[in-house]
């Protein structure tokens, strides 16, 4: 079955298995009002009819319009639906969620504010999963999926997770802590259904590799394995069975303590891999072992993604040659690459449409991205030695100017540079209209323009302008409110936005809660932001998913007063040792339909409008 | 040696200050007290990361220390900035202070008698002699030929390393690929203390 039509309240859709039939369903409007004024049904189709067109509808987005046409749909909608997305564990309630989904197979949750990767987040913050654990082991016993983001999870979550859930198949863990490898044992013990494991970059107590032993020898499901992140050894002959006896395995990602003589075995046993994480790639191989790698390599016929390679250099790269023609997505950010390696390795990938690499490359590596990769997408640009300021090293805007003349359909940037210029970012733009996600990162806070000492401002208007579809946005470098200015004025489909360290006054924070209709993630720290900007977006705050805000110049009294004027949204504040008591040092503000969260620690004060 | 060009909102001393170096090659020099450049910001940032109760998956178990380990004790480094997550952050931190790593491996040098230090990448060179080389073209002088019984006899120069336990080795005693991944700074000896070495 396929939707073709989507309209207001209506939807038509094409039949493609039986001939051609046409459906069209009407919800209620005011012309069949008229025609029909003694119908008492709203739709004149079967609630069964209406919610298998639902369940067609995949966009949590879709999802939430569809719902709010009328009673009815909303009905037929919260039966139909079976995953949904929590974007902020707070703002909702598990009972709540429970009540309105009846029949839920997949959950993504998250949690803490994104600043809590960069230790912004008092460390017992919340965003603990359990909760909502106990009310799924009763609602959803046959919950199959979960995938969790900053959330605290513990390992008797974990062992709660693997033994209440018999039909457990996902598990995704993203920068989620609380947890240690004895967790990851609980659930390869209990998990007999498990398809998906995947933990990444997570504060986790490594303890031991044995959990990896705890699969069942006739455990033989899995399709995805992730561990890339975890340091200790796993017992490589379990890894080796387990890779072999899981035929439908299609993502492998391993951690440094397999070797790269270990690798060869796992490819011999996995060539169906679509996506590969290598573990150490030091060079310790006999020419023998490397002529074996090399095979292994070549029968791997499916590989589009590579990741890990720590510790590769130029002499061992070549063995991946084979695959390279057909990777979409190499992630070399672990790699201390230099430039002509770089460049070697990526003229063999014409077909890379995602790249991830450490700054080591330099602008020179960069224009080797330019010159070989014109399919590319998505660049990322780390840095690999961010607080060493005596060395000077990484990219400057060259680099970047560089992919954007070779990369026409570049539309996600990751870059963190040392310096830049508002020309280079007018000729980025220029030439790469379409970007969805600019990020850029000048890594020393309030840095102007290094050519004519200027504020950035320009370099960020022209992103804004030119890029229409411009969906997140992080700007940095030296920035008047005449950067918020342009943002509001023009970034009309922006929904994320990440400011440190810039604007002048609160004007620049009100032009943005003005002009950004679709924002929902706003996020601040180090800003002359205070009160008056705040408040200023009373209105807005209800209809964006959070707002963050440290060390600016909002008092408590503001947040009181954001707090007294909008009952529905929780204002949270953390205090500081030893800061003013006057002060609100991080405030953090969302919609809820839960109120006041009960479980805040005693440095997070939740202001209620009561 | 280059200047940075340090940020200065208010006064424009660094503009008009002589440096060498060309235009926009210089290394933009991190705020040295409070990271706001703005007079109405507040208090000066936290140095010290949060501690995590759980130790992080990564490399080096002493991470925890953060930022601490090898920042300059001089300089205060913003909490949380760069953004960069714990994972990454805590896996550079590991690689540097491990100094065994694929490329990229700056050592200090340091000439007795001269006004002040380079720097190299001793990934660049593969062998002693290159590196020799590219000393003598730095600092003008000539170290001459290594010798095991007698080291660098016959000059005034000799070129010695501090290795990973902190002690001072001559040059050339050890295979290159040991000597890569023990070296932390190198000093060119000058004058009788150099000749002693060589006996």
């Known amino acids: 079955m396929k939707i073709i039509c989507f309209h207001e309240k209506s939807f038509t859709i094409l039949n493609t298995e039986t001939e051609f039939r046409v459906f069209t369903l009407m919800g209620p409007n005011p012309k069949m009002k008229r025609e029909f004024p003694d119908s008492t049904r709203s739709s004149p189709f079967p609630d069964e009819v209406l919610e298998r067109v639902l369940s067609l509808l995949q966009s949590p987005k879709d999802r939430s319009a569809v719902s709010l046409v009328c009673k009815d749909w909303y009905n037929a909608e919260s039966w139909s639906r079976t995953h949904v997305f929590i974007g902020n564990c707070y703002s909702v309630s598990p009972e709540i969620v429970a009540r309105r989904f009846p029949i839920i197979k997949s959950v993504t949750l998250k949690g803490k504010p994104r600043f809590s990767d960069f230790n912004l987040v008092p460390e017992n913050w919340g965003a603990d999963v359990h909760p909502w654990l106990v009310v799924f082991a009763t609602k959803y016993p046959f919950l199959e999926e979960l995938r969790l983001k900053r959330m605290v999870v513990s390992d008797e979550s974990l062992e709660f997770l693997a033994v209440n859930f018999p039909n457990f198949k996902v598990l995704s863990l993203f920068s989620c802590d609380g947890f240690s490898t004895d967790g990851l044992a609980a659930i390869a ?266 504020p950035m401002d320009e370099a960020f208007g022209a992103v804004v302008r030119t890029c229409t579809k411009l969906q997140r946005l992080s700007v940095s470098g030296l920035l008047t409110d005449l950067t918020f200015k342009y943002i509001g004025q023009y970034a009309k489909n922006l929904e994320t936005l990440s400011v440190a360290f810039a604007g002048s006054s609160d004007r620049g924070m009100q032009c943005v809660l003005e002009g950004c209709t679709k924002l929902r993630k706003l996020e601040i720290r180090d800003c002359p932001f205070g009160n008056v900007a705040l408040l200023s977006g009373l209105e807005k705050y209800e209809s964006m998913r959070s707002l963050w805000m440290s060390a600016c110049n909002v008092t408590m009294n503001g947040c009181r007063l954001l707090a007294r004027e909008m009952p529905r949204l929780n204002v949270e504040v953390m205090k500081e040792d030893g800061s003013d008591d006057s002060q609100a040092d991080k405030v953090y503000v969302y919609r809820s339909v839960a109120g006041p969260r009960r479980d805040a620690p005693p440095c997070v004060l939740t202001l209620s409008g009561l | 040696m280059e200047r940075s060009m340090a940020f200065e909102s208010d006064l424009n001393l660094k503009a008009t200050e002589l440096r060498l170096g060309l235009p926009g090659s210089d290394e933009p020099e991190k705020p040295s007290t409070t990271p706001s450049v703005r007079s109405n910001k507040r208090a000066s940032p936290e140095i010290s990361e949060e501690s995590r109760s759980k130790g992080s998956s990564c490399v080096s178990s002493k991470v925890e220390s953060g930022e601490r380990d090898s920042a300059p004790p001089a300089k205060e480094q913003v909490v949380g900035w760069p953004p960069i997550r714990s994972y990454r952050k805590n896996c550079l931190r590991a690689k540097k202070n491990d100094q065994v790593d694929g490329a990229g491996m700056y050592v200090k040098v340091s000439v007795d008698g001269a006004p002040y230090l380079r720097k190299i990448d001793l990934k660049v060179y593969k062998s002693y002699p290159e590196l020799l080389e590219t000393l003598e073209n730095m600092f003008k002088l000539t170290i001459g030929e290594y010798s095991e019984k007698e080291g660098y006899n016959g000059s005034d120069f000799a070129p010695t390393y501090e290795d990973k336990d902190g002690d001072w080795m001559l040059v050339g005693d050890v295979p290159w690929d040991m000597f890569i991944s023990s070296c932390k700074r190198l000093r060119i000896m000058k004058g009788s203390e150099a000749r002693g070495l060589s006996c």
């Open chain 1, 189 to 454: 013990t209990h998990c007999k259904s498990l398809t998906q494991l995947d933990i990444q970059e997570n504060g986790i107590e490594d303890k031991s590799g044995g959990w990896l032993s705890c699969f069942p020898e006739n455990f033989t499901s899995l399709e995805v394995l992730n561990f890339a992140n975890l340091n200790t050894d796993v017992n490589f002959d379990a890894l080796e069975k387990l890779v072999s006896r899981c035929k439908s395995l299609k993502v492998l990602k391993v951690n440094k303590s397999v070797s790269l003589e270990n690798l060869q075995r796992l490819l011999v046993c996995a060539p169906r891999l679509t996506e590969l994480g290598t573990g150490s790639f030091m060079p310790e191989l006999t020419g023998r072992q490397y002529a074996e790698l090399e095979t292994a390599f070549n029968q791997c016929k499916n590989l589009n993604t590579l990741s890990g390679l720590w510790e590769a250099t130029a002499l061992y790269l070549p063995v991946l040659y084979p695959i390279c023609s057909s990777l979409t997505f190499l992630n070399l950010s672990y790699t201390f690459l230099q430039s002509l390696e770089l460049a070697s390795l990526l003229r063999q990938c014409p077909r890379l449409r995602r790249l991830w690499v450490l700054d080591t490359v330099g602008d020179k590596g960069l224009e080797a991205v330019g010159s070989n990769c014109p399919l590319l997408e998505e660049l990322r640009v780390f840095p690999a030695d961010p607080f060493d300021e005596e060395i000077i090293h990484g990219v400057t805007e060259a680099g970047l100017v560089a992919v954007s003349y070779g990369c026409r359909r570049l539309h996600y940037v990751l870059y963190f540079c040392r310096q830049m210029t508002n020309a280079a970012v007018a000729t980025i733009v220029q030439n790469c209209p379409d970007f969805t996600h600019f990020r850029l990162c000048i890594m020393n806070p309030g840095q102007p323009d290094y050519l004519t000492n200027e």
